[in-house]
C-alpha cells in the first residue's frame, strides 16, 4: 500500500500505483512520486541548451526539488561532463561544455 522513497532522513512514502488506480486516480500518482533522477537530469540540460546556463534556484524551480539536490544534480552534470560550472557561491551558474 505505501511506497518509501529516498533513504535515511530523507525517506519519504506515498500511496502505491495500485492504490491510486483502485481509487481511480491514476495521473494523481505519477504527480505524487515526482520526476526520477534521470528525467531531472534530462530537463536540466533542455533548460540549459534552451537558454544558454542555469543557476541551482532555475534548477530547483524547474524541477520542483530542492536547493541541496538541485546542486547534487549540476554538480554530477559537471563531473559527467555535460556542464562547466562558472562563478562561486551564489554567483554560481552552469552553461554546457560544448559552449566554451
Known amino acids: 500500500m505505501l511506497e518509501g522513497r529516498g533513504t535515511k532522513k530523507g525517506r519519504t512514502y506515498l500511496l502505491s500505483a495500485g492504490v491510486y488506480r483502485t481509487l481511480g486516480q491514476s495521473p494523481a500518482y505519477v504527480r505524487a512520486r515526482g520526476f526520477e533522477p534521470e528525467q531531472i537530469e534530462q530537463l536540466i540540460i533542455q533548460y540549459v541548451r ?17 536547493p541541496y539536490q538541485a546542486t547534487r544534480m549540476l554538480q554530477k552534470l559537471v563531473e559527467q561532463g555535460e556542464f562547466v560550472s562558472h562563478g562561486e557561491r551564489k554567483g554560481t551558474y552552469y552553461a554546457l561544455r560544448s559552449n566554451i
Open 50 to 66: 534552451a537558454h544558454g546556463r542555469s543557476t541551482r534556484r532555475e534548477a530547483a524551480d524547474l524541477c520542483r526539488i530542492g
